[in-house]
């Protein structure tokens, strides 16, 4: 079947032409003339059977079909790109994983474990990029993905790797300034709140027995290294997961003034397309990554825990 699809030529002057708003700077930046972008861009629009770009005098723009398109033809172009490079470095051979992850736990909990994955097997190259929301695996470049959430991925082989626990943490200098006796005490310091998480510090404190106190007040930070940075720099108390903040608690930079955990019903999964066989690279990588959050998951230490 004949596919449907403009020149790759006119797809590339256009991503150029599109990026830089101008075809002589899209034609300088291809090393063509600006006569050859012309011809590529008007040929494209006359295939399409829609303008792409408003000229107005000697300003140029993208038409809003120009920008939807644009925005899919740069996507595509990055793909091919990536998947020619991953080709020609690996020869051929299926050794490159493109990983999903969460920005956080692949920089606190992943990204630290990797280079004994690479050692175990230096012949498969790992890729990660961030995404914090399912998405459906046919139409993404993703291999697999490390998921926060419930145990529900449509059309997904769904692997728990471990649960959440989260404590408040602050700066012991921050403790000095502000003395605390007791779990209400912190709802008189300055609360960090993460920005998609709303009611983890009311949950808190109400199953420290404080249901009352107000606790919405308070600087909202999108990641949870964000949390652990302001904690460190003395902006208030944090509610993070104690795994994302091991290092600075074991080194004394943070400390937990209540270890009264709370438990989430949610936990961390690793997830991958629901196919008859997965290729040899994606079997050993979720082989070791299970095998590491077991061990994670033995070395943990029972402690109390609050649940929701």
């Known amino acids: 079947m ?6 790759i030529e006119a797809l590339v002057a256009f991503e150029a032409a599109a990026r830089h708003l101008s075809f002589t700077r899209a034609a300088d930046a291809l090393a063509l003339t600006q006569s050859a972008i012309c011809k590529q861009i008007a040929g494209l629009e006359d295939y399409l059977g829609v ?3 408003n000229r107005i005098r000697k300003r140029l723009s993208l038409t809003e079909a120009g920008a939807a398109y644009a925005r899919e033809v740069t996507a595509g172009l990055d793909r091919l790109e990536r998947s020619t490079l991953s080709v020609m470095a690996h020869r051929g051979r299926r050794n ?3 990983l999903a992850v969460i920005p956080t736990f692949a920089t606190r909990w992943l990204i630290p474990r990797l280079g004994e994955f690479q050692r175990c097997h230096p012949g498969i190259t790992v890729n990660l990029t961030t995404r914090n929301r399912p998405f459906v695996f046919p139409e993404s470049r993703f291999d697999a993905a490390i998921h926060f959430g419930a145990a529900v991925w449509p059309g997904a082989v769904v692997k728990p790797l471990f649960g959440e626990a989260v404590v408040p943490v602050c700066s012991p200098h921050l403790l ?7 779990p209400g005490d912190l709802a008189r310091l300055p609360l ?3 920005a998609h998480r709303h ?4 949950r ?6 404080v249901p009352d106190a107000d606790v919405m007040q308070g600087p909202r930070f999108e990641l949870f290294s964000m949390l652990v940075e302001a904690a460190r720099a003395q902006l208030g108390v944090a509610l ?3 795994f994302l903040a091991s290092s600075e608690i074991a080194s004394g930079e943070l400390v937990v003034p209540f270890d009264l955990p709370l438990a989430s019903e949610m936990g961390y999964y690793f997830v991958y397309p629901d196919l008859p066989e997965v290729s040899p690279a994606l079997a050993s990588f979720a082989e070791w990554l299970l095998g590491e959050a077991a061990a994670y998951r033995e070395s943990l230490v029972a402690g109390p825990a609050l649940a929701l």
């Not at 004949?2 to 020149?7: A, G, K, L, Q, V």
């Not at 000095?176 to 007791?182: D, H, I, K, L, N």
């Not at 009611?199 to 009311?202: G, L, V």
């Open 2 to 7: 004949r596919r449907r699809i403009p020149s």
């Open 51 to 53: 303008p792409l770009f």
């Open 96 to 98: 490159v994983l493109e």
């Open 176 to 182: 000095v300034r502000f003395p605390c006796t007791a």
């Open 192 to 194: 960090l709140h993460q």
């Open 199 to 202: 009611d983890a510090w009311p």
């Open 204 to 209: 808190w404190f109400e199953a420290a027995g």
């Open 240 to 242: 993070v997961p104690r």
